[in-house]
């Protein structure tokens, strides 16, 4: 087995993560929207491969969210629904974001992202001085001790603190005023122009509208949905009575939401158009708080159980809760633009049955016969953008490996059962019989595994494409094959070859694409 050595020393993040980009686009992952017309900003198309490692992730989920758990249920609802959903929701009302713009660059911001991104840069000077420490004192090093007692670090952990508790308050309160004082007096200057000369903040609405109908008739104003939940909430009462489901319950949908996303520059990471996979998980009041640990603890162990390392994932847990929960956290992910959410998990309590039941006149409750009593229920939401597990995924993979022999390999150390292609098909030569053999290697294991046929090429440079786009095997099919139905198996990761009988390799695919939750 060749020895390989990593050299994940990348200049920086930021260009790591150009490199994800130009690699997700160089083989048929990820395109801009409308390229050919400059592009459409934060909308982008998924190719040849992108779209089966979706698909492939969407099925991990719903695998293990709906057919893994008896009690819950998925359903698909339609993007358009009634208006009134949104004044119920409280989308109408309270779904905003707060801008400010910077009169001398005439560049638009998320208020809440400049101080966000104030805060992250003092919590990056605390980390650097505890990395500094740890080289000086080496393996007597006390990280814990060492944060609660450094004086420079304890200083900026309070400035964190009341910076944060300020503008949460504000925030919280609508005092847009005082968000931008404090942007003032924290002298946050706009990354372009350099400046402090910023407008007013004002709310902006997330949601994009459109005319249903003729507008010539009667138009009436609906939006796009921002979340999938509410086509769930609506049809909460729809699924409980036709699928006779008894509380614990949930209802999951994968599907896609709308956002006028202001601050949209990086990448898949903030779209206008992407898609989220959500479970509503109804609930018997008061027994939310045992309900949302259960639920952290099973999304934590989803994503843990794809092999990536545990220390690439924190819980946030949310200082300003949105309208409807009472309790949230998030699952956030180490991106090449540092941690940030990938999923939510939120206590929504009965907000949003509530509101539908006063809005649409109608009952939206359960009866509990061991109650003897009816209710609304409460509900723990799960809540993960399909395009952010997507970049997750792709980043942690991609890496640049100088090999033993001084050559270097671009390779994805996808999960095998998310890889869009599980084994490529490679007769060694295109002639003496062996693409027909090829072939039927090819028949054998096409129902059952994504596979790829390719002739073209040397075995080698076919190998290094298959490794881009993290094929965990290669099957070589050489003049051996011919005489004793053996082929060369290929693992991507330790590049190992062994010889195994052509009736062996379904059951060694299928026991590498198996998942532990
Ligand atoms: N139903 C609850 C809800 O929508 P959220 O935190 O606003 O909660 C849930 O969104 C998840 O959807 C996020 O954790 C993120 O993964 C994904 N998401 C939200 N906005 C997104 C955007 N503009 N682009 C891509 N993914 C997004």
Same mark, same amino acid.
């Given at each position: 087995?060749?020895?390989?050595?990593? *050299?994940?020393?990348?200049?920086?993040?930021?260009?790591?993560?150009?490199?994800?980009?130009?690699?997700?686009?160089?083989?048929?992952?990820?395109?801009?929207?409308?390229?050919?017309?400059?592009?459409?900003?934060?909308?982008?198309?998924?190719? &040849?491969?992108?779209?089966?490692?979706?698909?492939?992730?969407?099925?991990?989920?719903?695998?293990?969210?709906?057919?893994?758990?008896?009690? $819950?249920?998925?359903?698909?609802?339609?993007?358009?629904?009634?208006?009134?959903?949104?004044? !119920?929701?409280?989308?109408?009302?309270? *779904?905003?974001?707060?801008?400010?713009?910077?009169?001398?660059?005439? +560049?638009?911001?998320?208020?809440?992202?400049?101080?966000?991104?104030?805060?992250?840069? $003092?919590?990056?000077?605390?980390? /650097?001085?505890? #990395?500094?420490?740890?080289?000086?004192?080496?393996?007597?090093?006390?990280?814990? &001790?060492?944060?609660?007692?450094?004086?420079?670090?304890?200083?900026?952990?309070?400035?964190?603190?009341?910076?944060? +508790?300020?503008?949460?308050?504000?925030?919280?309160?609508?005092?847009?005023?005082?968000? +931008?004082?404090? %942007? #003032? #007096?924290?002298? %946050?200057?706009?990354?372009?122009?350099?400046?402090?000369?910023?407008?007013?903040?004002?709310?902006?609405?997330?949601?994009?509208?459109?005319?249903?109908?003729?507008?010539?008739? =009667?138009?009436?104003?609906?939006?796009?949905?921002?979340?999938?939940?509410?086509?769930?909430?609506?049809?909460? @009462?729809?699924?409980?009575?036709?699928?006779?489901?008894?509380?614990?319950?949930?209802?999951? &949908?994968?599907?896609?939401? *709308?956002?006028?996303?202001?601050?949209?520059?990086?990448? $898949?990471?903030?779209?206008?158009?992407? =898609?989220?996979? #959500?479970?509503?998980?109804?609930?018997?009041?008061?027994?939310?708080?045992?309900?949302?640990?259960?639920?952290?603890?099973?999304? $934590?162990?989803?994503?843990?159980?794809?092999?990536?390392?545990?220390?690439?994932?924190?819980?946030?847990?949310?200082?300003?809760?949105?309208?409807?929960?009472?309790?949230?956290?998030?699952?956030?992910?180490?991106?090449?633009?540092?941690?940030?959410?990938?999923?939510?998990?939120?206590?929504?309590?009965? *907000?949003?049955?509530? !509101?539908?039941?006063?809005?649409?006149?109608?009952?939206?409750?359960?009866?509990?016969?061991?109650?003897?009593?009816?209710?609304?229920?409460?509900?723990?939401?799960?809540?993960?953008?399909?395009?952010?597990?997507?970049?997750?995924?792709?980043?942690?993979?991609?890496?640049? =490996?100088? @090999?033993?022999?001084?050559?270097?390999?671009?390779?994805?150390?996808?999960?095998?059962?998310? !890889?869009?292609?599980?084994? /490529?098909?490679?007769? @060694?030569?295109?002639?003496?019989?062996?693409?027909?053999? /090829?072939?039927?290697?090819?028949?054998?294991?096409?129902?059952?595994?994504?596979?790829?046929?390719?002739?073209?090429?040397?075995?080698?440079?076919?190998?290094?494409?298959?490794?881009?786009?993290?094929?965990?095997?290669?099957?070589?099919?050489?003049?051996?094959?011919?005489?004793?139905?053996?082929?060369?198996?290929?693992?991507?990761?330790?590049?190992? &070859?062994?010889?195994?009988?052509?009736?062996?390799?379904?059951?060694?695919?299928?026991?590498?694409?198996?998942?532990?939750?």
């Amino acid at each position: 087995m060749l020895r390989i050595f990593y *050299f994940c020393a990348m200049a920086n993040n930021e260009e790591l993560f150009k490199k994800i980009i130009a690699h997700s686009k160089e083989y048929g992952f990820i395109f801009q929207s409308s390229e050919i017309y400059d592009g459409l900003s934060a909308v982008y198309d998924y190719g &040849q491969n992108g779209s089966e490692l979706k698909n492939n992730i969407k099925a991990y989920w719903w695998k293990s969210m709906v057919q893994m758990h008896e009690n $819950i249920v998925g359903i698909d609802s339609a993007i358009f629904m009634h208006p009134t959903v949104w004044k !119920a929701s409280g989308h109408i009302g309270a *779904f905003n974001d707060p801008l400010i713009d910077n009169k001398d660059s005439k +560049k638009r911001y998320r208020a809440d992202v400049l101080v966000e991104d104030f805060m992250a840069k $003092i919590e990056a000077k605390n980390a /650097a001085d505890i #990395e500094k420490a740890r080289k000086r004192f080496g393996d007597t090093f006390d990280e814990q &001790q060492f944060v609660e007692t450094n004086a420079r670090v304890l200083e900026r952990k309070n400035q964190i603190a009341e910076i944060s +508790k300020r503008f949460y308050k504000s925030l919280g309160e609508n005092d847009l005023a005082d968000i +931008k004082l404090q %942007i #003032e #007096e924290l002298g %946050i200057v706009c990354p372009v122009s350099g400046s402090k000369n910023w407008t007013e903040v004002r709310q902006f609405n997330l949601m994009f509208s459109t005319q249903i109908g003729s507008v010539s008739e =009667e138009a009436n104003e609906i939006y796009l949905r921002p979340e999938t939940a509410q086509g769930i909430f609506v049809n909460y @009462l729809n699924v409980q009575k036709t699928g006779r489901m008894k509380i614990p319950f949930g209802i999951a &949908q994968i599907g896609k939401a *709308f956002r006028n996303e202001i601050v949209a520059r990086q990448f $898949i990471f903030r779209m206008r158009e992407f =898609e989220q996979m #959500e479970m509503q998980y109804f609930i018997k009041p008061g027994t939310e708080m045992e309900w949302f640990e259960y639920w952290k603890s099973a999304r $934590i162990k989803w994503h843990k159980a794809l092999g990536i390392p545990a220390t690439k994932y924190r819980f946030h847990d949310h200082e300003k809760l949105a309208h409807y929960a009472n309790a949230a956290t998030d699952i956030e992910f180490d991106f090449p633009i540092g941690f940030k959410e990938l999923e939510g998990i939120h206590s929504r309590t009965d *907000f949003d049955l509530s !509101a539908h039941q006063e809005y649409s006149g109608k009952k939206l409750q359960y009866f509990d016969p061991e109650l003897n009593t009816s209710y609304v229920p409460y509900v723990i939401e799960t809540s993960i953008g399909l395009d952010r597990m997507f970049l997750a995924i792709i980043s942690h993979a991609f890496d640049e =490996e100088t @090999l033993e022999d001084g050559s270097q390999r671009v390779v994805l150390h996808l999960p095998a059962i998310l !890889a869009p292609v599980k084994a /490529a098909i490679l007769p @060694l030569m295109k002639k003496d019989g062996l693409p027909e053999k /090829a072939q039927e290697v090819m028949d054998i294991l096409k129902y059952d595994f994504n596979c790829q046929y390719e002739e073209k090429d040397a075995i080698g440079k076919r190998y290094r494409r298959q490794d881009a786009i993290g094929t965990p095997f290669c099957i070589t099919i050489d003049h051996q094959t011919l005489e004793d139905n053996t082929v060369t198996l290929r693992e991507r990761d330790s590049m190992a &070859q062994v010889r195994i009988e052509i009736s062996k390799i379904n059951d060694i695919i299928k026991d590498k694409l198996k998942i532990e939750f």
